[in-house]
Nanobody, 115 residues
């Protein structure tokens, strides 16, 4: 049974930082590309950042220079380091594991940026 469990969300003031974690089980973690998506109210889910099994990363333009994705294959965990958070970053953040036709999602964690 595949599980992706996100943690680390919460309420944070503008300009502050948060680190999201996603712990995976039931997959051979190091063989999967891992992604973070987010969905704000009334908007479509969008890709925020991705990291390949080789460690190559990609980012949405809106978060470049502020967010960083990393993975720890020994812990089966992917992270999203979020800096200089702004109200427009408010969303539910989802972890995604993808390999060929395999595509798994976590339940999401809420991030709210507000003063």
């Amino acid at each position: 049974q595949v599980q992706l469990v996100e943690s680390g969300g919460g309420l944070v003031q503008p300009g502050r930082s948060l680190r999201l974690s996603c712990a995976a089980s039931g997959i051979i973690f190091w063989t999967y590309g891992m992604n973070w998506y987010r969905q704000a109210p009334g908007k479509q889910r969008e890709l925020v950042a991705g990291i390949s099994y080789r460690g190559n990363t990609n980012y949405a333009d809106s978060v470049k220079g502020r967010f960083a994705i990393s993975r720890d294959n020994a812990k089966n965990t992917v992270y999203l380091h979020m800096n200089s958070l702004a109200p427009e970053d408010t969303a539910v953040y989802y972890c995604n594991a993808k390999k060929s036709s395999a595509d798994y999602w976590g339940q999401g964690t809420q991030v709210t940026v507000s003063s």
